[in-house]
């Protein structure tokens, strides 16, 4: 079994920062992709960064320069850190990977967090 855990969420004002965590934790051989998504309250569940087993980072272009996605595949960690945050980031923040927990097999099955809510506000 495995699990994808948060932290980092909270209330922040306008222009400050937060740094999400996500930890994975189980049975696992290997983590291909690990990324963020958001959701808004009425609002679909979107794409914010993703990072490949490489390293390589990619952004939805509206938030690039701001958000920096990185991982820690000692800890089978993935971050997102959030500077210059507006109103209209506020969400919840969830936590994707692609995670092989079989050692023989070459498939890698989804994995949610529970989601941490971020709320920017004056």
């Known amino acids: 079994q495995v699990q994808l855990v948060e932290s980092g969420g909270g209330s922040v004002q306008p222009g400050g920062s937060l740094r999400l965590s996500c930890a994975a934790s189980g049975t696992i051989f290997s983590i291909n992709v690990m990324g963020w998504y958001r959701q808004a309250p009425g609002k679909q569940r979107d794409m914010v960064a993703l990072?490949?087993?490489?390293?390589?980072?990619n952004y939805v272009d509206s938030l690039k320069g701001r958000f920096t996605i990185s991982r820690d595949d000692a800890k089978n960690t993935v971050y997102l850190q959030m500077d210059s945050l507006k109103p209209e980031d506020t969400a919840v923040y969830y936590c994707?990977?692609?995670?092989?927990?079989?050692?023989?097999?070459?498939?890698?099955?989804?994995?949610w967090g529970q989601g941490t809510q971020v709320t920017v506000s004056s």
């Open positions: 994707n990977a692609q995670i092989r927990t079989v050692r023989w097999s070459s498939s890698y099955n989804n994995y």
């Open positions: 990072i490949t087993s490489g390293g390589i980072a």
